[in-house]
């Protein structure tokens, strides 16, 4: 988000929030966070700390719930549909930029999706789309178009740009990172999303596909640390490294093989060729693999901002407009943005 308003400053003054619930849907979402139900999520916690600080150490002007500067805005640009300000949304057009890999559609996401009820219930992003309440919705690859067109996105919202965060992988390739040809393990925060799991087993299991090469664990942030790191200790082979912190592309850039759990740097990995395991199905991954194009994403989606900042109609009418002209033979963060 932060890397699209910096290319719209010349014409927009940007101000950020952590994504929030707003109108009708309000009080649930205070029950929730009263209750603890959101607290291990990004909403709230440590992540919202942690995202907090980024706006603070980078000077940027933190509206959080567009409460503290009481402005109007002409633009909002979010990575998430399943918690919005629907107030917000409504009145103001609305730019979705994918974030990275959704959930697993489980039993349950799916019954919330079959049943059309809050995708907030689904707790995670399964069902990022499902609201369909953004004038257009910009995704990773091809993959994830016809992804977000399953979940409920119309097909004429949408539009492939790439994901900033992911589309330039292969310059992870350099790095001052010290360990080299290890097994990698990214875990994921299943436990603290409510996802059973058997971390013994799977630690083990890590240790086998290993077969004596060297074996590194890097653990999710939201995992509870202490008891991640006593598991580790206890059922993986002796030297086993383990870091809670660092850059995880640099890691996966140095290592031999990666292990995953339901994690986004699995695109990483794939997109650097290394041999990789999932619980997702691994050609499907392949078929959703974030566009690579040298780092351009987030120029193309603030083109993207701006002409549509300036166009009269819907999200589908520019983008027909949009596409039509990009193809023509001549022409071979939750971000919220105040006009100047």
């Keep these: 988000m932060h890397q699209i308003a910096q290319l719209l400053e ?60 009481g402005n109007t805005y002409d633009l909002i640009v979010c990575c998430s549909d399943v918690i919005v ?6 009145t103001t057009k609305t730019v979705f930029v994918q ?17 059309n009820w809050m995708p907030i219930l689904a707790i995670g992003t399964a069902l990022n789309g499902l609201a369909n309440c953004c004038d257009i919705y910009c995704v990773a690859s091809e993959g994830y178009r016809e992804h977000f067109n399953y979940v409920g996105v119309d097909r004429d919202k949408l539009i492939v740009t790439g994901i900033p ?3 330039h992988i292969e310059r992870v390739r350099h790095n001052d990172f010290p360990h ?6 990214a875990t994921s925060d299943l436990r603290e999303t409510f996802t059973p799991e058997n971390r013994p087993k799977f630690i083990r299991e890590c240790a086998r596909i290993a077969a004596g090469r060297p074996l590194v664990f890097k653990l ?6 202490p008891r991640a790191e006593n598991e580790i200790k206890q059922h993986a082979p002796p030297g086993t490294l383990v870091f809670t912190d660092g850059n995880t592309d640099h890691l996966i850039a140095n290592s031999a093989e990666l292990i995953t759990q339901y994690s986004t740097v699995v695109y990483v ?72």
């Design 10 to 69: 010349d014409e927009f003054e940007p101000y950020f929030s952590q994504l929030y619930y707003d109108g009708w849907q309000r009080p649930f979402y205070r029950f929730l966070l009263w209750t603890g139900g959101l607290d291990r999520t990004i909403v709230t916690g440590k992540i919202k700390a942690k995202a907090d600080k980024y706006l603070a150490e980078h000077g940027l002007n933190n509206d959080f719930e567009a409460r503290v500067f």
């Design 99 to 115: 974030e990275g890999m959704t959930d697993p559609l489980n039993w349950w996401s799916r019954l919330v999706r079959q049943l």
């Design 269 to 340: 990995g794939l997109a650097l060729g290394k041999p990789v395991h999932s619980y997702f199905d691994v050609e499907d991954l392949k078929r959703k693999l974030p566009w690579q194009n040298s780092g351009t994403s987030s120029r193309r989606i603030a083109a993207i901002c701006r002409a549509f900042s300036r166009f009269e109609g819907s999200g589908p009418a520019f983008l027909r407009q949009y596409e039509a002209e990009a193809f023509a033979p001549a022409e071979t963060t939750a971000a919220s943005l105040k006009m100047h």
């Design 180 to 185: 080299r040809d290890y097994v990698l393990v």
């Design 220 to 225: 999710h942030p939201n995992e509870e640390l």
């Design 165 to 167: 965060n992911f589309d």
């Design 85 to 90: 300000p629907w107030p917000l949304v409504r």
